[in-house]
């Protein structure tokens, strides 16, 4: 059973930092690419980063490009989303997301707020 459960949200100043993790398990975490989306309130959900199974190929959203950083940790079965620079239009919800077997999966999501 393919299961993602994301931590690292909360309330972070303009300006600020923060890392998001995604702990992946029920599938060969090394084989997927995997995906951070987020949703804010009363807007669609957007992709934001994505990361290759092999981690070597990362793309960003071009409004968090410079600010974000994705990475993965093979060993750990985690993907992370190191944000910097925090702006208030990135409050959402954060989520992380893959698809294995051509179906789908999701997180229950985080929530970032960024706010002074």
């Known amino acids: 059973q393919v299961r993602l459960v994301e931590s690292g949200g909360g309330l972070v100043q303009p300006g600020g930092s923060l890392t998001l993790s995604c702990a992946a398990s029920g599938f060969t975490f090394r084989l997927y690419t995997m995906n951070w989306y987020r949703q804010a309130p009363g807007k669609e959900r957007e992709l934001v980063a994505t990361i290759s199974a092999a981690g070597d190929f990362t793309n960003y959203q071009d409004s968090v490009r410079g600010r974000f950083t994705i990475s993965r940790d093979i060993g750990k079965s985690t993907v992370y989303l190191r944000m910097s620079s925090l702006k208030p239009e990135d409050t959402a919800v954060y989520y992380c997301?893959?698809?294995?077997?051509?179906?789908?999966?999701w997180g229950q999501g985080t929530q970032v707020t960024v706010s002074s």
């Open positions: 997301q893959t698809r294995v077997v051509r179906i789908e999966h």
